[in-house]
Every structure is written in C-alpha cells, then in structure tokens.
C-alpha cells in the first residue's frame, strides 16, 4: 500500500492565486512527521515545511502553510499568492518509526505545479 | 555554507563500467541516506547508514550496489558493471541524530547518471 499519495500529477494557477496540493498518508504510529519538498527544473531538493503529528496547529513558513486533518490523514501544502518561480515538483513526505525505529523517510511521486502570468 | 555535498554532479559511465557516488554530510549531522529518482517519478530509498555502520538498506538492489560510510570521509555509493537501467539521480540526505520523526532530511543536489 503506498504511505503517501499525491493524486495530482499535475496542477496549473494564476500568478497570485491561491494553490492547493493535496497529500494523505497512511500509517499506524502515533509518532511521525509529515514534510513537503520543491524540485524546481534545476533539480535540487528544497525542504518548505513541516508538522509534526502532535502539532495542534497547522504549520506555516512565509507563503507556505500546511493543512493537517489528522482524522483524515491528510496533510495538504497551501502556496497563497503564487508566483513564476513557484513552478516546480512538489514532494510530499512522512517520517514514522520502522520496525527498527529508523524513520526512515517515504516520498510521493510529486506533482507538478505550472503558475501562469 | 555547510549543506549536502555531493559530487560529481554529472557521471556518465559505459556499460559495464563502475559508478562512484559521494556525498559529504551537513556539518553535525551523522545520519546519511541515499535515494535514487527516475524520471518522472519520486524519490526511492536505497540505504540508510551512520558512521561505519548500515542500518537499513532494504531499497538497495541485491546485485551491483553498495554503500559505505567511513569513520573519516565521505558516504560512497558504488555501482558495479552499470546497466542502462541505473541511468537516474542519485540524491544524498542527512539529518542530525535526535529527533528524527521532527527533523527534516536536508538533500545535496544529486548526482545524475547517465549509463551510454
């Protein structure tokens, strides 16, 4: 079964909109971290945000904000005020406790955001 | 600036030949992992090490691959007698010791492989 799921492979916005990129995820631990990643054309990996699964609130990092449903197990990337640079793959990626405990990192297959002048 | 190193950036190999990949980790950080992204598609774990020691490396192909990392120097990943089907980005992480469900894996720009 796949630990995390992006069903968009590929979005489009408007300059200065507002996107969402959806993401759930699946596990059984009580402990775990949910991350997202932007792989512009160059391809570099850049870490955006994270939460943590005891975090009540949704975490935020300049234009980026993270919706967490825990119930729902989703952990959606909110990009507010879109701009050309924007465009790119956006992974998204949970960390939970292995067997061995390792926490081992999982990523979605990405989906890619084109933002239109 | 003391991020993710890796080198080289570009690597083309013959069939046949071996890869060598490096990766230097972030200043502090002992936990290396190595991911390999085909194209189009997201990153696969290959193998997770400390120093000197493999702790997971349940990604890594059973045939041609194997990594190390030594108690001085860099993480290695080496691919023996390349196929056409390893061409892909190779990409190294790292992150500190504790936390680790709360730290994010901070990546090197990876190295892309091209088998001819």
């Known amino acids: 079964a796949q630990k995390i799921t992006q069903t968009q492979p590929g979005m489009f916005v408007q300059e200065k909109e507002a996107v969402t990129l959806d993401c759930t995820y699946d596990t059984s631990d009580q402990s775990y971290g949910l991350f997202w990643y932007k792989q512009p054309s160059s391809g570099e990996m850049i870490f955006l945000i994270y939460?943590?699964?005891?975090?009540?609130q949704n975490a935020t990092e300049g234009r980026y904000s993270l919706n967490f449903q825990k119930a729902r197990k989703s952990a959606n990337l909110v990009i507010s005020a879109s701009q050309l640079g924007d465009s790119a793959m956006y992974f998204c990626?949970?960390?939970?406790?292995?067997?061995?405990?390792?926490?081992?990192?999982?990523f979605g297959r990405g989906t890619s955001l084109i933002v239109h002048p | 600036n003391a991020g993710v190193m890796q080198n080289p950036r570009h690597l083309v190999r013959r069939r046949g030949q071996e890869a060598r990949l490096r990766c230097s980790p972030m200043k502090g950080h002992s936990h290396v992992y190595w991911y390999r992204q085909l194209p189009e598609e997201g990153l696969k774990f290959m193998v997770y090490?400390?120093?000197?020691?493999?702790?997971?490396e349940s990604g890594m192909p059973k045939e041609r691959f194997s990594a190390e990392f030594p108690k001085e120097g860099p993480s290695i990943l080496r691919i023996q007698q390349v196929v056409r089907g390893d061409s892909a980005a190779y990409f190294c992480?790292?992150?500190?010791?504790?936390?680790?469900?709360?730290?994010?894996?901070?990546f090197g720009n990876g190295t892309r492989l091209t088998v001819t």
């Open positions: 990626a949970m960390r939970e406790g292995t067997s061995g405990g390792s926490y081992i990192p999982t």
């Open positions: 992480a790292s992150s500190p010791a504790t936390g680790l469900a709360n730290s994010p894996l901070h």
């Open positions: 939460q943590g699964s005891y975090d009540e």
């Open positions: 090490l400390q120093k000197e020691n493999i702790i997971d």
